[in-house]
């Protein structure tokens, strides 16, 4: 008799089915609701990050984190990431959070070629974080990132300033250490994409804007200087690239100022990581 054979086509993977053997063995995904990883690239990315913390001893402090809720999650995956970059760009982890001011701690104290240790903190602002309160009310922070045809001024420089500012922050940079403010952010335009306005936030001589900018003059000047960083994949790209560039402040303390070799980074940097390209025949698995 004739047999008919089919072959049903199976929807593409997503979310946890992504997942590499490192994330499955060291991390629970109980607790986590939207469909990261997205995509096979960023699963292997969290492989490699998990190895990385496991490798540094430090996945007593990440697990916890990284098993959260969606949004702390997030911010653990900034924080690993800006210490990947940092470790293998020269600058490794000499300590992970290390006490500051008041009681406060930070994410990880670096060394540089220089000799000198720099106290690194990593913030990560929102778009959440920008909404009106009528948005808010309406409901606007349980809805996707991005909704056809909305859009509208927006003002980078406003999160930016609020991330120096707060109390969560500035109180912990010490005056007699270099430190760092690493900026991992999540707006909606990312701040490496309106680079004016981080000029405003940090450089403006006027107060046009609301403040003038806060490395003009000492009120800061515990804070050596201001990072910017983003994980992105691009058009065209092979696997998951990290981006960093820094900005020095002029008034900071001499004890605070940022050595000269991590000032090669005033000059955007970018960098592929490490096995988190797709190879062909990956990519035909997973879309299946």
């Known amino acids: 008799m ?3 054979v089919t072959h049903r086509r199976r ?8 997942l590499g053997p490192a994330t499955r ?12 990883p997205a995509t096979p690239e960023h699963a292997k990315e969290l492989d490699v990050l ?7 001893g430090c996945l007593p402090i990440f697990v916890p984190k990284l098993e959260s809720r969606n949004a702390q999650r997030d911010e653990a995956l ?6 990947y970059w940092l470790h293998h760009s020269g600058f490794p982890i000499v300590e992970w959070e290390p006490p500051g001011l008041n009681g406060k701690v930070g994410e990880y104290l670096i060394g540089s070629p220089d000799n000198a240790n720099i106290f690194v903190e990593v913030n990560s602002p929102g778009w959440e974080g920008v909404l009106s309160d009528e948005k808010r009310r309406a409901g606007r922070t349980k809805q996707p990132k991005y909704i056809n045809l909305e859009g509208g001024a927006f003002g980078n420089w406003q999160p930016l300033q609020r991330c120096i500012a707060s109390e969560h922050t500035y109180p912990k940079f010490a005056p007699n250490q270099p430190n760092l403010l ?3 952010d999540d707006l909606h335009v990312s701040l490496l994409d309106s680079p004016d306005h981080v000029e405003i936030a940090l450089y403006a001589d006027h107060a046009m804007y609301g403040e003038m900018g806060y490395f003009t003059s000492p009120r800061f000047e515990n804070l050596g200087g201001l990072a910017i960083f983003r994980a992105a994949q691009f058009f065209g790209g092979h696997g998951v690239e990290y981006e ?3 900005f020095d402040n002029p008034f900071a303390l001499p004890s605070t100022k940022l050595p000269d070799s991590i000032l090669k980074f005033k000059t955007l940097a970018r960098g592929m990581v490490r096995g988190t390209a797709v190879t062909r025949w990956e990519e035909r698995w997973t879309k299946r």
């Open 11 to 18: 929807r593409p993977l997503s979310g946890v089915e992504l």
């Open 50 to 56: 998990l190895m990385f913390a496991d490798t540094l």
């Open 2 to 4: 004739d047999i008919e």
């Open 182 to 184: 690493v900026v991992a």
């Open 25 to 36: 063995r060291l991390i629970s995904l109980d607790r986590w609701t939207d469909a990261y």
């Open 78 to 83: 900034e924080e690993l990431r800006v210490a």
């Open 244 to 246: 960093f560039t820094i």
